[in-house]
């Protein structure tokens, strides 16, 4: 059962109001709005940018990562609860972290919600119910660049509890997961018939009804581990250019590892450009058929790395270098960002609904900070409005442009219909292949999927686009909001890579 904690009740998954034991955990962290932070006497994250509490300016070129002991796991059966913080701690100190739940898209509109008023002697408003909850937040995130956290930790006088080490693991492994699947040793990934596919797939018993035992992860997870592991050697304050090396070195050795893992001909051409070796050797040139999703389909790790809303900025410029490493095109390497982004939501238990108008909100700084690197900056600028343009489309096509609005489907929408959406949104009509859409894709299955992945996997893995990378991306997220519930063990017990992929992990982990 999923809950959100308050003090001296607790409410399930259908607002029914219990009372918890012990100290309560936190509801989800979001970024609070300038206006309601005037008594919290902290500098605010940039504007659209991660949602959840700024602590202080936001990195500097160094990549420095915010210090602080690595989080302990939970041991079986034991209890961990965050720390009640009085309301005036609350109001100057740091929030740590952010809470493992997460909220479900419901609420109403922003005019309807308004906010509580304050108390710093204890809250003036006691939920009675979790659709009340959500409601208050949903009006909240309205009002300006999502503040519950201010609600959360002012009002509730909570902390926010972090993410657990299973979160990670599942992060990593599930996305090798999903990238198995829908590559199936080649035999799905290109096959263009989402129908095909689902027949096969209940021939061979259905999901969880067999074993991948043989089957080998694809260019994509290969990719991923490439980058977690970059990111793990760096250590926790790194310098950015010291990563930036590090990542094109394994961008360069991994790929004497693609056999039978169907690389993408953008990845192969430009890794060869790359020359670790020398200053600025990270760097390529641009390339207009660079759109591709090879930076999106392995960008999911650095959310994990700089999840924090104070790394908005580290992170808006690690996923853009190492996106353009290979894929040095807007379409191509702002999918990295948007893969890298909604992680970091992920982790901060952004109401999902929100991530899309969260990443419209960060695209200018993305923008800036490609103008303001001096690199290509005027074939970069040409292209710029592509991925902007598809995203903002989609988000009107679903409901969902305000980041409030649960998203809306139509009433039929089984796989032939997927299968056409998918190819609607493409550039040329293979559905997930480029960077703009594969990322668009994994959020339309995480978005429609519930709490089920078996409906994520329907939606996200087996179709007739590039399954594999929406696949791969999807089912990242998933671990980071659900963990390891609903997958059956079967489909990773003989995961290739399983090993290496828990092990890089909780190296992650270890270093946030």
Not at 319 to 326: F, P
Request: one cysteine or more; a neutral charge.
């Amino acid at each position: 059962m999923r809950c959100l904690h308050f003090p001296g009740a607790r409410f399930d998954s259908e607002g029914s109001p219990r009372r918890s034991r012990g100290r309560p955990k936190a509801a989800p962290k979001m970024k609070a709005s300038p206006s309601l932070l005037r008594l919290r006497r902290a500098e605010p994250a940039a504007a659209g940018g991660l949602p959840g509490r700024a602590r202080g300016a936001a990195e500097e070129d160094s990549g420095a990562a915010r210090e602080g002991p690595p989080r302990r796991a939970r041991g079986a059966g034991e209890e961990e609860p965050c720390p009640v913080t009085p309301p005036r701690e609350a109001a100057g100190g740091r929030a740590e972290g952010s809470g493992p739940e997460r909220v479900k898209q419901a609420g109403p509109t922003a005019a309807e919600a308004q906010p509580l008023p304050m108390a710093w002697g204890g809250p003036l408003w006691a939920p009675r119910s979790l659709l009340e909850v959500v409601a208050v937040l949903a009006g909240l995130a309205a009002i300006g660049g999502l503040a519950v956290v201010f609600y959360i930790e002012v009002v509730m006088g909570q902390k926010i509890c972090p993410k657990e080490i299973e979160n990670y693991v599942a992060s990593l492994v599930l996305s090798a997961v999903g990238d198995t699947l829908g590559y199936y040793n080649g035999r799905w990934e290109f096959q263009k018939s989402g129908p095909v596919i689902h027949k096969e797939l209940a021939e061979m018993g259905g999901l969880g009804n067999f074993s991948i035992q043989g089957w080998r992860v694809s260019d994509d997870t290969v990719m991923h581990l490439a980058t977690a592991e970059a990111l793990v050697a760096a250590g926790k304050n790194p310098s950015l250019p010291h990563l930036y090396t590090l990542l094109a070195k394994n961008y360069k050795e991994c790929m004497d590892d693609m056999e039978g893992r169907a690389p993408g001909a953008m990845s192969l051409e430009s890794t060869m450009k790359l020359d670790p070796g020398r200053p600025d050797g990270w760097r390529i040139p641009f390339s207009p058929r660079a759109g591709g999703c090879g930076g999106a389909m392995r960008a999911m790790c650095i959310g994990l790395r700089f999840y924090d809303p104070a790394q908005l900025e580290t992170l808006v410029k690690v996923s853009i270098e190492s996106g353009r490493m290979t894929h040095h095109h807007p379409t191509g390497y702002l999918g990295a960002l948007a893969s890298a982004l909604f992680t970091a939501y992920a982790v901060n238990s952004v109401p999902l609904p929100a991530w899309g108008k969260g990443l419209m909100d960060v695209l200018p700084q993305a923008k800036a900070y490609v103008q303001d690197s001096g690199f290509f900056v005027k074939e970069n600028m040409e292209h710029w409005y592509y991925f902007e343009e598809q995203w903002r489309k989609y988000l009107e096509e679903r409901g969902i442009s305000d980041g409030v609005s649960p998203p809306t489907f139509p009433p039929k929408y089984g796989v032939e219909e997927r299968d056409s959406f998918y190819a609607s949104l493409s550039y040329s009509g293979w559905g997930g292949s480029s960077g703009h859409d594969a990322p668009m894709i994994a959020y339309d299955a995480l978005l429609g999927a519930g709490d089920s992945w078996t409906e994520l996997a329907h939606r996200a893995f087996f179709h007739g686009g590039d399954s594999d990378s929406t696949a791969a991306i999807a089912a990242s997220w998933w671990g980071v909001i659900h963990g390891f519930q609903g997958v059956p063990p079967s489909l990773y017990a003989h995961l290739e890579y399983k090993d290496r992929l828990e092990k890089v992990a909780k190296g992650l982990y270890s270093i946030i």
